[in-house]
């Protein structure tokens, strides 16, 4: 009887295990989903001069909504403006990394970047023809170019973002497809400009490889040789640095790369450091 009693629970905790590898699977409506081409295209150049304004001052959660909400209304008036797009999904990524403490609204943010950077990647005609046949994101970016290399560079950096702060471990072990996706967009930004973003890709790549379980490929080595590679291209880019002590030096509890990276950080003159000031001001205080 007994062993019947621990078959049961085997078999039950193996029905759990297979329902969850299926239930837990991230997926999410394309960003394109119930676009409608726009014939009307108004000037949305005094909104956007409007959001490089406040760019140069957008340091706190409000400051950083307004500045998504103009880009919005730019995007209003020009839906085939790429920019608008692309940097409406970039602060929404800000907005989750930043200033979101609950995890809901953390994926919230995540997920309008991922949409907004699939609508600027829907603009282009052959991009636009291979996914609305069926080609996945990943698979149909080989057909993008220079001028949509920003909506897929934040479009694999929100992918990223929900993975490591979105899921659980197990949630992780069930979706590294997610990141491992996010390689073959990462060759297609290398192919156009291998240092996108001061150092971009090798950044990324770091983050990938101590996020990765190892039995996937992750590596602390490799991730530490790609930190080094992004601040060699980018060494005025605060991320860099800054990602390298939160992501790698935390976990393998190297102390003194830790300080000198944060220190490094701290030293610098938000405006002046490579990425836009919403971003460094978010650096220098975390």
């Given at each position: ?8 629970i ?6 759990c295990?297979f ?11 394309p ?17 956007l ?12 959660k ?5 500045l ?14 790429n ?12 907005m ?20 907004y950077?699939?609508?600027a ?7 636009k ?13 080989n057909v993008?170019?220079e001028?949509?290399?920003n909506?897929?560079g ?15 471990g197990?949630g ?9 996706h996010?390689?073959?967009?990462m ?12 150092g971009g890709n090798y950044?990324s ?8 379980p ?16 992004a601040?060699e291209v ?28 944060l ?17 460094n ?6």
């Open positions: 009887m007994k062993k019947q009693i621990n078959h049961f085997l078999l039950t905790f193996a029905f295990l329902t969850f590898s299926f239930t837990s699977c991230v997926s999410w409506k960003g394109w989903e119930g676009y409608t081409e726009s014939s009307t295209q108004r000037n949305p150049s005094k909104l001069e409007k959001a490089a304004e406040l760019e140069k001052t957008a340091d706190t409000e400051k950083v909504q307004e998504i909400d103009t880009y919005k209304e730019a995007a209003e008036l020009a839906p085939l403006n920019y608008a797009l692309w940097k409406i999904g970039n602060y929404n990524i800000l989750g990394a930043a200033y979101s403490e609950k995890k809901k609204e953390r994926k919230m943010h995540y997920m309008e970047a991922v949409k950077c699939e609508k990647m829907y603009l282009n005609p052959e991009f023809k291979k996914v609305d046949s069926g080609v996945e994101v990943w698979e149909a970016c993008l170019d001028n949509e290399i909506a897929m934040y479009w694999y950096t929100a992918i990223f973002y929900y993975f490591k702060e979105c899921l659980s197990l992780r072990v069930f979706n590294t497809k997610l990141v491992i996010n390689d073959i967009v060759n297609r930004i290398d192919e156009i400009d291998p240092n996108w973003a001061g950044f790549r770091g983050i990938y490889y101590v996020a990765v190892e039995k996937f490929g992750g590596s602390k080595e490799k991730a530490a040789e790609y930190f080094a590679k601040i980018g060494p005025e880019y605060m991320v860099n640095r800054w990602g390298r002590a939160k992501y790698l030096y935390e976990i393998t509890g190297d102390r003194k790369g830790y300080i000198e990276d220190n490094w950080v701290l030293s610098q003159n938000p405006p002046d450091r490579g990425n836009p000031y919403p971003w001001a978010y650096f220098k205080a975390g």
